[in-house]
């Protein structure tokens, strides 16, 4: 038989009431869990979203105006939506921890439920710990810089762009970092290691929640109740965990809590064929996650190596207009000196110094340009041979052919750079 916590007999008031408290919001925030993993292999879970969404609307329209539409998901856990639900969440838990207090107000102790509790926790903590970890590991997440970020200035990127461009550069960084949350989540899967893991999950949400409140990342919500739930995994080990940090002295060992699945040897066999199943289960829809990424990264990339050729710095060798070849110093209003490609957007540089953005759109070796203020239009040809990147075709009433050779990416620094044991100077750029 593992260990369990080792709690008083009787708790005070403040820890029941605290307890009730955190057991009524910690189930209703992460419900329908354990089953929300499935969900992953079967959509049986989407008519519940879509009820959850039709009771949250009406809140939101009331909140943001009659004409509010909830916006289509795209990723961001701190949307109009969640904060409502939040809140909900709060008004309900003090609701029934209140009836609760009142109806049960002779309570001693809760400490087998609360065991159940730790156990849901562990689980849901471990789901989402291993697989952001892996998502890490694998450069989900963050990948590799694209010629798009690397012509991207600093001014232009939004903070949570800088931030993905930071963690973007280094592999072995995201590898680091990565481990660390499978690491802290394997951890939490063991009663053994329930501690530890806990910890090691606290120090690493801490910088994740600080990261993503100072960078503008919307998982400000989530993040911090992953954060929570790992203190709280804590907390009833406070006192031994003080002994051992502040105070020096001996600590004894956690204290057996009898719990139904131990009651006997059939009990004990029910219990770890069940927690496997879990252990099996959390593997198993990670991987299917990490399958499902792995698809989408390989089409990323491909498109990647489909727009390589077009996409960069490109200087203007020859700039052909009207049939007219146009050297510098003549027109130079009109005569481009370089451009910036990139897959939505083309910045063209003139002779004289001005600049302006372009939207731009791609169909096989077609391109289309608009003007931002949509007065003006081209339409393209595009002919890439290695280097060499000719356009052919008509902007407005002009036709224009030009020759342009792509500069390459080892010209930014933060590709070239590399790694360095010996720094006479530091490179601070």
């Not at 077609?366 to 290695?386: E, P, Q």
């Amino acid at each position: 038989m593992e260990p369990t916590l080792s709690l008083p007999a009787s708790w005070s008031r403040g820890s029941l009431i605290a307890f009730r408290f955190f057991f009524v919001y910690f189930i209703f925030y992460i419900f329908p869990f354990p089953l929300s993993p499935l969900s992953e292999l079967l959509t049986v879970l989407q008519p519940l979203t879509e009820l959850s969404n039709k009771i949250y609307e009406p809140l939101a329209k009331h909140i943001m105006g009659a004409d509010y539409e909830l916006p289509t998901p795209m990723g961001s856990g701190d949307t109009v939506l969640n904060y409502i639900q939040f809140f909900v969440f709060l008004i309900f838990s003090v609701a029934v921890t209140t009836t609760w207090s009142f109806v049960d107000r002779k309570r001693d102790n809760y400490e087998k439920l609360l065991q159940w509790l730790i156990i849901l926790l562990r689980y849901y903590l471990a789901f989402f710990m291993i697989g952001y970890g892996f998502a890490k590991v694998i450069r989900m997440q963050f990948p590799s810089l694209t010629t798009d970020r690397l012509l991207q200035t600093y001014g232009e990127s939004s903070p949570m762009g800088l931030l993905w461009t930071f963690m973007g550069y280094s592999t072995v960084y995201n590898i680091f970092t990565g481990l660390g949350e499978v690491i802290g989540g394997a951890f939490l899967l063991f009663k053994r290691t329930r501690l530890i893991g806990a910890l090691v999950v606290i120090a690493i949400m801490s910088n994740v929640v600080m990261l993503n409140f100072t960078y503008d990342v919307p998982v400000k919500l989530f993040s911090t109740h992953l954060l929570l739930m790992a203190i709280f995994l804590t907390v009833p080990d406070i006192k031994r965990l003080s002994n051992l940090f502040f105070f020096n002295r001996a600590i004894a060992p956690e204290a057996n809590v009898s719990l139904p699945f131990h009651n006997g040897i059939k009990a004990n066999w029910y219990y770890s064929i069940l927690k496997w199943s879990a252990v099996v289960l959390i593997c198993a829809v990670n991987a299917l996650l990490f399958y499902k990424g792995s698809q989408q990264q390989k089409e990323f990339d491909e498109n990647q190596k489909r727009y390589g050729p077009v996409v960069g710095e490109f200087k203007v060798e020859t700039f052909i207009l009207n049939g007219k070849v146009i050297p510098p110093g003549e027109l130079d209003t009109r005569r481009w000196r370089k451009i910036l490609l990139k897959q939505r957007t083309v910045d063209i540089q003139y002779m004289d110094g001005g600049s302006g953005p372009w939207h731009c759109n791609r169909a096989g070796s077609k391109m289309i340009l608009h003007s931002v203020d949509l007065w003006s239009t081209g339409i393209f040809s595009i002919n890439a041979d290695g280097e060499i990147l000719t356009l052919e075709g008509n902007l407005n009433q002009d036709s224009l052919k030009i020759n342009l050779r792509k500069v390459g990416d080892n010209q930014f620094l933060l590709v070239n750079r590399g790694f360095n044991w010996v720094n006479e100077y530091p490179l601070n750029r």
